[in-house]
C-alpha cells in the first residue's frame, strides 16, 4: 500500500482526502474520511516538516498504518530493521511499547516516542527477567531464545531473540540440541511440534514451575470457531481458492487446522502470492482484526471475512488524537517527557545483544 505521506507531492487538506478516498479502504466510510483528515493532514504535515520517522504496525487501525510510508510499515522483524536504519532524529511508534523500546535499544541516539506509554502486550506485562533467570538457573548451560514480544529487561537475560517470521530458522540456527523459548506458552508448543526430531523446546510450565503467558487477542479463537467460519463462509479445506489463515501466537489445535500458518508478514506475502496467480477468493485470518483491515485495502479482489470483535485493547491505545500531540510539541520544542521511551545504558547495551543477534541470523 502507498501511504498517504509518499503519494502527496502538495500537502493540503484536500488532496490528504482524495488520497484516502483513493485507498477505497472497505471498512474507513466517508464519514470517517471526513471526521479525521485534518488530523492526518496535520500530522502528515509536521511529520515532513521534521523528517519524522513513524513506524506502523499491521495491527494499527487504517488511517493510522497510513501515516507510515511503505517502509515504515510491517510487522516486529521488519520494523525492528526499519529502526536500526532510521536517520530522523525522532521515531514515532505506532505499535506498543515493547516495539518501541526494540527500536531505542537499535538506535538508542534518537528519540523514540510512543502516543500511549500504557499499550503494552499481555506476553511482555506478564513476564520479566526474573522469570528468565528462574529458567537459566534450571536449565544451565541452555540458550535461551526469547520471542520479541517482550520488555527490554527480559530480553537482556537472554540469548538471542525471535519473531515470528525467524523463530524456526533462528531456533536451528542456535547450538546444542536443546533451546529455552519464552514467554509465548502456545507459540512454545507450535515451535515444539515443528521441531520435533530436530531440536528439543523447554518452556515454562513444561516440567518446571516457571511463569509464561499468552497472547490475549490469539488465545480468543479456538479449534470450533475455525470450523464454524469456514463452514460459515465457504472456506472449506477442498477450495483451493480460499484459504484459513492463521498466526503463530494461536493455540497449537488452532494451528493445526490452518491452511497456512505464519507471522503477519508471512501471511501477507503468500496472500500476495495467491493474488498474483489469481487463485484466491476467499480467506479469513486468525489473527488482530486491523491486520484483515489493512490487508482489505491491498487486497480488494479477496473476500476477506472478519472477527473484528477480536481487537487488541493495547494496539488501539494508539490514536490520530494521541500522535498529533506528539508532532506538535516536536515543532514547539516543548517538553516530549510523557510519550518518550527512555532505558538505561546497562539495559540498552545487555538488550542490544540478543536483538542483535537475531537481525544477523535474519539477514
Known amino acids: 500500500m502507498e501511504s498517504s505521506s509518499s503519494a502527496l507531492e502538495e500537502l493540503t487538506l484536500e488532496s490528504v482526502k482524495a488520497e484516502i478516498y483513493s485507498r477505497n479502504n472497505p471498512t474507513l466510510t466517508p464519514v470517517d474520511i471526513e471526521l479525521h483528515a485534518e488530523v492526518v493532514f496535520r500530522i502528515l504535515e509536521l ?11 499491521n495491527y494499527m487501525e487504517p488511517l493510522v498504518f497510513g ?18 536504519q532510521a536517520e530522523s532524529d525522532f521515531i514515532i511508534f505506532n ?31 506478564d513476564f520479566g527477567a526474573e522469570d ?17 514480544n517482550s520488555y527490554a529487561d527480559a530480553k537482556a537475560e537472554c540469548d538471542v531473540c525471535c519473531t515470528s517470521a525467524n523463530a524456526e530458522q533462528i531456533a536451528m540456527d542456535m547450538p546444542g540440541d536443546e533451546l529455552i523459548f519464552v514467554p509465548d506458552l502456545f507459540f512454545a508448543q507450535n515451535l515444539e511440534r515443528v521441531l520435533d526430531g530436530k531440536k528439543k523446546i523447554l518452556y515454562p510450565g513444561k516440567q518446571n514451575n516457571a511463569k509464561g503467558a499468552v497472547c490475549e487477542v490469539h488465545e480468543k479463537f479456538s479449534k470450533e470457531d475455525i470450523i464454524a467460519i469456514r463452514e460459515s463462509f465457504g472456506i472449506s479445506e477442498e477450495n483451493p481458492n480460499a484459504m484459513m489463515y492463521v498466526h503463530w501466537e494461536c493455540k497449537p489445535e488452532v494451528l493445526q487446522e490452518a491452511d497456512y500458518y505464519g507471522s503477519t508478514t508471512q501471511i501477507r506475502n503468500d496472500i500476495a502470492r495467491r493474488v498474483e496467480g489469481g487463485n484466491l477468493e476467499k480467506a479469513f485470518i486468525a489473527s488482530e482484526c ?5 490487508l482489505m485495502e491491498e487486497f480488494p479482489s479477496v473476500e476477506f471475512a472478519t472477527a473484528c470483535s477480536v481487537r487488541c485493547n493495547h494496539m488501539a491505545k494508539i490514536s490520530l488524537n494521541k500522535i498529533k500531540p506528539i508532532l506538535e510539541a516536536i515543532d514547539s520544542g516543548a517538553d516530549l517527557s510523557q510519550w518518550e521511551v527512555v532505558l538505561s545504558d ?18
Not at 523528517?51 to 506502523?56: D, E
Not at 501515516?67 to 536500526?84: F, I, N, R, T, Y
Not at 486491523?290 to 489493512?294: A, F, V
Not at 546497562?346 to 539477514?363: D, G, H, R, W, Y
Open 47 to 57: 511529520k515532513k516538516k521534521h523528517n519524522a520517522v513513524i513506524l506502523g504496525h
Open 67 to 84: 501515516l507510515s510510508e511503505q517502509g515504515e510499515q510491517g510487522d516486529s522483524l521488519a520494523l525492528s530493521m526499519s529502526a536500526a
Open 95 to 125: 505499535g506498543v511499547r515493547f516495539m518501541a523500546e526494540t527500536a531505542k535499544v537499535l538506535n538508542p541516539s534518537k528519540r523514540v516516542l510512543i502516543a500511549d506509554k500504557s499499550a503494552g502486550c499481555s506476553l511482555a506485562d
Open 132 to 148: 528468565v533467570r528462574i529458567l537459566k538457573e534450571k536449565y544451565p548451560g541452555v540458550p535461551v531464545m526469547i520471542y520479541i
Open 290 to 294: 486491523e491486520l484483515t483491515s489493512n
Open 346 to 363: 546497562s539495559t540498552i547495551k545487555k538488550a542490544s545483544k540478543p536483538i542483535e543477534k537475531m537481525l544477523s541470523l535474519s539477514s
